[in-house]
């Protein structure tokens, strides 16, 4: 795999590995001073056809202020709210993409590239668990696309009994707007082929859902596991260029909180 892509995934993985980083003894939205750094491992499906699964070490890195959070490679600041609730503006990585040489299928067309992408985001939160809805759209203009994500989940402290652990299941929705599907997943015209014709992606909405699970070593280490699944919608799995209904990621690492 290229590095365009390589660090595409890296991208992706360091935000979602530091949020599956917190300590589970903590409940809180925003935990003022928390920074949080660590070493991990990725193993992820790609969507695209012929392109192997993947295995790659991971660096983490968090840092959460009263007003504004640092997670790998998104920026979150406060612009209202208190522990209870919040409304942000953010900017975070589109990590997605590909290289034309990552599989025989991709031959010919033209690189995929990484994205910022730019929003707001706003969330509750309470003994109950927490909701958050964010609205995305490209700053670069690599896709000029917008994503609408909403996204449940409930940590649960001491499951079974078990000391010093925490288990946080999560789901939600992903509609994505047909220029972000057709960057990503779409065939030009002047890269089709006998075996790979033109397409063109609409908008659709895609399914996630994953667990997380985080274990107290002491008062500095923890250790975390974090598995998501991906459906993909209809306009991304019709594509001559995928053929996964869904993919999965499983990240695990060690984290140290300063």
Known sequence: MKGRTCCCI?????VTAAVAGGDPRATDGRRSGR???GLGVLLKTEPYKGADERVYPLPFFLYEGKKWSLKGSRFDYQVLGDESW???ALVKLRAE????HDSSYLNGMSDRDFSLDGGVGASLRGDWGQVSLEL????????DGRELRLGY???FEQPFGLADMRISPFAGLSWRSSGLNDYYYGVRPGESSAVRPAYDAGDDTNIFAGLRLDRRINERWNFF???QN????DEITESPIVDRHHVSSIVAGLLYRF
């Open 10 to 14: 890296l991208s992706f993985c360091i």
């Open 35 to 37: 920074m949080l750094a």
């Open 86 to 88: 919040s409304f942000d």
């Open 97 to 100: 993409g590909f290289d034309e």
């Open 136 to 143: 995305l759209t490209d700053l670069l203009g690599k896709h």
């Open 153 to 155: 989940s409930k940590p």
């Open 225 to 227: 596991v974090l598995f």
């Open 230 to 233: 991906l459906w993909l919608g």
